[in-house]
């Protein structure tokens, strides 16, 4: 019996989420454990770096089981992806640091959200965007999200995913790009509370947008008191990009 260590893309369009629902809900981490399964797994629970919300998507989502495998990870990465449905595919797998939790073990994960700029439905580029008309202007966004670096009380932006823990989180990278056809926001931080980043990305669109002044997001950061009140983000726009381990 050995720790496997494999790193995971998904499309959630399809999903209620990340963590296994009761029977009947579709979930990512229900149909790896299925997969798991077959290949004659027969733990509880697989561990994952963190829990998706419904409709998010991820490229370097990790998670880690035991199994008694004889074959190379290479192997058991296809074998996987052979019982996996279309819309989850597992990218790699190697075993394990002694030790190793994804979770616990993550010293950052980055996210990141993407914006369609256009006034008409797209529905080739929806399913992984957030589509806004009139445009945020850029320089505004940026300015926003620098306010957001440095370690802080985030309670504003949301909750801890453990009940009692602690809202304190580092953000090492927090940044605005153009991209064809539209914008992308990349943040990376030691941890992240649940809904924060669509709480935080939908608070510097108000702005960007003139909905609400310049300054809100600086304010809501340190005042952890006060609550982000307006909608999240839309889901499909976020995606896990990766997790990162060691020093």
């Known amino acids: 019996m050995a720790t496997y260590k494999s790193i995971v893309a998904y499309d959630g369009s399809g999903f209620q989420g990340f963590q296994r629902l009761a029977e009947g809900q579709r979930t990512v981490q229900g149909v790896l454990e299925d997969a798991l399964r077959a ?4 733990g509880a629970s697989l561990l994952a770096a963190g829990r998706t919300d419904a409709g998010v998507h991820a490229r370097g989502q990790v998670i880690a089981f035991e199994l008694a495998w004889r074959h190379a990870p290479e192997i058991l990465s296809r074998a996987l992806n052979a019982s996996l449905p279309a ?3 597992v990218r790699h797998t190697e075993l394990a640091p002694e030790g190793f939790h994804p979770r616990f073990s993550a010293r950052r994960r980055t996210y990141r959200y993407q914006i369609l700029v256009d006034a008409w439905p797209e529905p080739l580029a929806e399913r992984f ?28 932006f949301g909750q801890a995913p453990i009940p009692g823990g602690h809202t304190v989180r580092e953000v090492f990278e927090a940044r605005w790009s153009r991209e064809p056809g539209g914008l992308a926001f990349t943040i990376q931080a030691d941890a992240f509370l649940r809904h924060m980043v669509r709480r935080v990305v939908a608070a510097m669109v108000a702005t960007g947008q003139g909905r609400i002044p310049p300054g809100t997001l600086a304010a809501l950061v340190a005042d952890p008191a006060r609550r982000w009140e307006d909608k999240l983000a839309p889901p499909q726009g976020l995606c896990l990009e990766a997790v990162e381990y060691g020093s």
Do not use: I, K
Not at 129 to 149: G, Q
């Open 129 to 156: 965007a957030w589509r806004l008309w009139p445009e945020p202007d850029l320089s505004v966004l940026t300015d926003e999200a620098a306010s957001t670096l440095g370690r802080h009380d985030f309670a504003a």
């Open 87 to 89: 819309e989850v595919a």
């Open 39 to 42: 290949v004659g797994w027969s």
